[in-house]
C-alpha cells in the first residue's frame, strides 16, 4: 500500500476501537521490522523519524526506504517527522512526501508557536499532509515528578491552540516522558481524559517506551488517538548488535537480521496492547 496520512490513520483507529502506534525508525531494519510487525497484527501504524535520525540520514532517504517498506504492507501506514523543530525541517519533509509532521515549538512562547504552527499547517494540509504539534513541555526520563507535573498541558490553552492553528493532533504533557524512566511514570489521567474529552483533534502521548501495559490499556479506552514509542526500540536493536557482535563467526548481515527481529518482537508486544479492544 502507498503512504496514508495521519488523518486516515487516526479516524480508523477510533472507529475500531485502537490506539495507533507511533514507532522510531532509524534505519532500513527498523522500518521492515515495523512493516512486517504491522503486518503481522493487522494493525495500522505510523513509523516517525526522530528530527535527529532526519539530519542524520536525510529526509529523501528515510522517505525512500518507508515508501519501499510500506508498499510491502497490507495495513496503513503513514510516515511522519518527529519533534521537528524548526519549520525549515517540517517544510523539508512536505517537499519529500512524508505523509505528517510534527513541528515542535512548544518551548518557544504562545504567540510564536501559534504562527510558526500555522505556517507548517497552511504547507502541509495543500498536499494532504497532516501536522502535529505540543503543547507543555514533554521532559526527559531522568527528570523527578515535580519536574515532570511543572510541564503538565494547560487543557484551556490547548484547546485555544487548536482552534487557532487547525493542526490534526496535539501531543501533550501529562506524566510521561523521553528515554528511559528513573522513575515508574505516574500519568495524571484525569488531565489526560480532560485532554480527550475537550480539544477539537486527536490526543498524542509520548514516551511510550517503558509505560506499563495497564496504563496503555487505561488510554485506549480513554480513548488516546496515538501512542509514540522510540526507546524500547533503539533498546532492542543495540542489545540484539551488541549479543550478536560479542559472538564469534557471526556475519554481519545474520547480527543485522537478529536485531531486526528483537525490534520486529518488540513492536507486536506493543501492537497487542493497543489493539486490545479492537471492534
Ligand atoms: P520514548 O523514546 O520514551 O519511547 O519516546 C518516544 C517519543 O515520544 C517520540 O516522540
Known amino acids: 500500500m ?3 496520512n495521519y488523518n486516515e490513520i487516526l479516524q480508523y483507529a477510533k472507529q475500531h476501537h485502537i490506539m495507533v502506534g507511533a514507532f522510531n525508525c532509524f534505519n532500513m531494519e527498523s522500518a521492515q521490522a515495523l512493516v512486517r510487525a504491522a503486518d503481522a497484527q493487522k494493525s495500522p501504524l505510523i513509523i516517525q523519524t526522530y528530527h535527529a535520525h532526519v539530519d542524520y540520514a536525510g529526509s529523501d532517504f528515510m522517505f525512500a526506504i518507508l515508501d519501499v517498506a510500506s508498499r510491502h504492507a497490507n495495513t496503513k501506514i503513514a510516515l511522519g517527522l518527529d519533534h521537528g523543530r524548526s519549520v525549515e525541517q517540517a517544510m523539508q519533509c512536505i517537499h519529500d512526501h512524508y505523509s505528517g509532521v510534527m513541528i515542535d515549538l512548544s518551548m518557544e512562547d504562545y504567540a510564536w508557536n501559534v504562527k510558526e504552527t500555522k505556517r507548517v499547517v497552511e504547507a502541509a494540509h495543500r498536499r494532504n499532509i497532516s501536522v502535529e504539534a505540543e503543547l ?3 521532559m526527559n526520563a ?4 515535580e519536574e ?8 484551556e490553552i490547548a484547546r485555544r491552540f487548536v482552534k487557532e492553528t487547525g493542526i490534526d493532533c496535539l501531543a501533550v504533557s501529562v506524566g510521561t516522558a523521553h528515554g528511559n524512566y528513573k522513575y515508574q511514570p ?3 489521567f484525569e488531565l489526560l481524559e480532560e485532554l480527550v474529552q475537550t480539544v477539537e483533534c486527536p490526543i498524542v502521548v509520548h514516551g511510550g517506551s517503558g509505560v506499563s501495559n495497564a496504563d496503555i490499556e487505561k488510554m485506549v479506552q480513554m480513548g488516546v488517538a496515538k501512542l509514540n514509542v522510540g526507546t524500547d526500540f533503539f533498546e532492542a536493536y543495540k542489545n540484539a548488535l551488541r549479543d ?7 556475519d554481519i548481515v545474520g547480527v543485522m537480521a537478529t536485531a531486526r527481529d528483537a525490534v520486529q518482537r518488540v513492536a507486536e508486544e506493543k501492537m497487542q496492547i493497543l489493539t486490545k479492544f479492537r471492534v
Open 136 to 138: 507543555g513541555e514533554i
Open 142 to 145: 531522568d527528570a523527578t515528578y
Open 148 to 155: 515532570i507535573e511543572s510541564g503538565y498541558t494547560n487543557a
Open 244 to 250: 550478536g557482535l560479542a559472538a564469534e563467526g557471526r
Open 186 to 188: 505516574k500519568i495524571n
Open 2 to 4: 502507498s503512504l496514508s
